[in-house]
Each structure stands twice: as C-alpha cells, then as structure tokens.
C-alpha cells in the first residue's frame, strides 16, 4: 500500500514512518532527506536548492517530480511507499496522482498528524538525528541516550541546519500557505485520517497502526 503522512514540520512525520517501515516494510521516502543528501555531496541539485531549503521556502515542484518518479516509476517500490513531506502543495498533490496512473498504482491513505504550533517550534528547535542510522531525538522531549549507546553505536548527532527559530517561523508560515490546502484534497478524496500528534510517539504509532491494519485488510 502507499501511504502519505502529512503534517506541520515537526509533527512526527519522519518519527513516525519509522515504526510504519518496521512494522509493515515499507519504504520510506522523504523528499527532505533526500535534499539534504544532494546538499551534503554538493551535488548539482544540492547547489541548485541549499539556499531555498535554508530560507524555509519550497523548491520547485519540477525538482521534487523528478526525485518522486524516480522512485514511483522503480518496480521495487511498486505499490509500497510511505511519503513523508511530500505533497507539499496542491500542484504536487496533482503530479502525485498522475504519477500514480501512470504507473498503475494507488494511494491507500493520508495521514495527518495535527500539532500546536508552540509544540512544533519546541520539537524543531530541540530536534536532532542520529548520523548514522538517522533516528530523530529530541533534546527536550525524547533525549537521545539511547541511540548513543545501543542502537548503533554511533555518537554524532546532528542538528539540522534549518532547525533555527528564525529559519522555522518561515517553514510554518510556507506550511500554512502552500502546503495546509492539500489536507482538504485528500478529505474530498476520502482517504483523509485525523491524527491528534501531541500525544506519546507510541500511543500515535499504535493508533496509525490500527488505521493501516483496517485499510491493509
Ligand atoms: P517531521 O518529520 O514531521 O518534521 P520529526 O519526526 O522529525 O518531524 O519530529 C520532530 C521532533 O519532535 C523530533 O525531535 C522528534 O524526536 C520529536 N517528536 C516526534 N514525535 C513526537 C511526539 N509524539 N512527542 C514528542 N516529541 C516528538
Ligand atoms: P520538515 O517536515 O521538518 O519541515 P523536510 O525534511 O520535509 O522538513 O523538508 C526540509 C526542506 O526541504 C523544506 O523546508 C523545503 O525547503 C524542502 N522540501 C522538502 N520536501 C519538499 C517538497 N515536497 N516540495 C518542496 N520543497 C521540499
């Protein structure tokens, strides 16, 4: 099945396409990670979008449709893609179904993760990745000990460069614009799932579980 998780940045979007790829493995795709990978290899689509990704704005839809049937068109993740951070905007939205038809797929779900925003900027702002296995902690609410010493060894965690208070007023400000309009076009489609993303990382996993286990059946 394809799934899209949508959500405020800092929702738990990523977090939780996680326990989803445990759980289920399926891939997931995140436009974001996949950015930021073309940033750090200072590749030319790196170049091409470091400054609008620091500024908290967009890159082009014509970029992100690219990196999207990449993978879509690739019959190893035929019918088997969780989307995180992607659609972004109603156009994207758009490209996405036509991409689906034309690869002969569909989307099962959208799941929403609805966040205050005072609650987001304390999970941007305290967010930080493992570098090696890219797990996400939170400074102040989910403390990274654990990674450090017994998932993978690893003790470099980073903090992502747009995850500064200046940079996120942007990104929500983007969010409510361009990218807020796109949950009413999955509600119409009605494949749209509410999910209250304030509470226990566990307790939103268990519950998107049972929302995929229901649609999977
Ligand atoms: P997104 O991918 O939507 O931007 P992340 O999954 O990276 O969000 O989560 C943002 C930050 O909030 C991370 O530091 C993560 O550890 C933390 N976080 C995620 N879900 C929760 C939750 N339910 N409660 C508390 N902190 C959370
Ligand atoms: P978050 O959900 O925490 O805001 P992401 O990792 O999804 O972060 O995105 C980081 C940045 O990458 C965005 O602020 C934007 O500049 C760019 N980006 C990611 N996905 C898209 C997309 N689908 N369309 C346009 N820009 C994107």
Redesign the pocket.
Known sequence: MNVILL??????????AQFITQRYGIPQISTGDMLRSAVKVGSDLGLKVKDIMASGGLVSDEIINNLIENKISNPEYKNRIIF??FPRNLEQAKILDNLLKKYNQQMSLALN?KVDNQILVK??T???TCSACNK???TF??PPKNCELKECGQRKLITRSDDNEETIVKRLKTYDEKTFPVLDYYLKKGIMKNID?????NA?SDQLFTIIAAVRS
Do not use: H, S, W
Request: proline share 7%; no cysteine; aromatic share 6%.
């Open positions: 959500g405020p940045p800092g929702a738990g979007k990523g977090t939780q995180d951070g993760l999970r941007i305290g967010r930080v996400t902690f939170n609410f989910d993303g304030m509470q226990e990382i939103i």
